[in-house]
């Protein structure tokens, strides 16, 4: 067997075959695009990479925010939350992943000492609600967020085979 044969069937790439594919990921029925806020703002709000049948999705910060771009539920925090959830699940949804899918969470509070209890309660809820076992990691920090109006934003990472999947 030749090393090109070897190689081939190891599933190293050949001439001009790409190791890794990567397109951005969007959800316009549930909210817009960064780039289209009245104030651009350059980021996608995910992207999915191809890694030789593994599929990974990176979900941006996303928050509670409509397809308009405009802030949903200001000074409410548990509807952002959920909200903020609708959104992820939206995101993941167009590219063929639910929840089970998803391995890491990061979690931006904007007044963490406030809000984590109301925060973690919904978080249990959601995630019993889409059956997950094992629960993905997740890390939550208090941060100062874009907008003076958002109160939460989380990120989603998400890893499943494309064979099983669209």
Not at 19 to 35: G, R
Not at 63 to 81: I, P
Not at 82 to 108: F, P, S
Request: proline residues 4%; aromatic residues 8%; glycine residues 8%.
């Amino acid at each position: 067997m030749s090393t090109s044969e070897v190689a081939r069937e190891a599933g190293v790439p050949q001439g001009g075959e790409a190791l890794v594919s990567k397109k951005a990921i969007s959800a316009p029925q549930a909210l817009n695009e960064a780039y289209c806020y009245p104030q651009p703002s350059s980021f996608s709000r995910g992207m999915r990479l191809d890694i030789r049948g593994i599929v990974i999705l990176f979900i941006s910060g996303t928050a509670s925010v409509d397809e308009n771009g405009l802030t949903l539920h200001a000074g409410d925090f548990r509807a952002q939350t959920w909200r903020a959830y609708r959104n992820i699940t939206a995101l993941l949804e167009v590219e063929g992943a639910t929840w089970k899918d998803v391995v890491r969470t990061t979690c931006y509070l904007r007044d963490i000492e406030r809000d984590y209890a109301a925060f973690n309660e919904i978080r249990t809820q959601f995630f019993a609600e889409q059956g997950l076992n094992p629960l993905p990691a997740s890390t939550g920090i208090q941060a100062i967020l874009c907008r003076p109006d958002l109160l939460i934003e989380m990120e989603a990472i998400a890893i499943f085979d494309s064979g099983t999947k669209r």
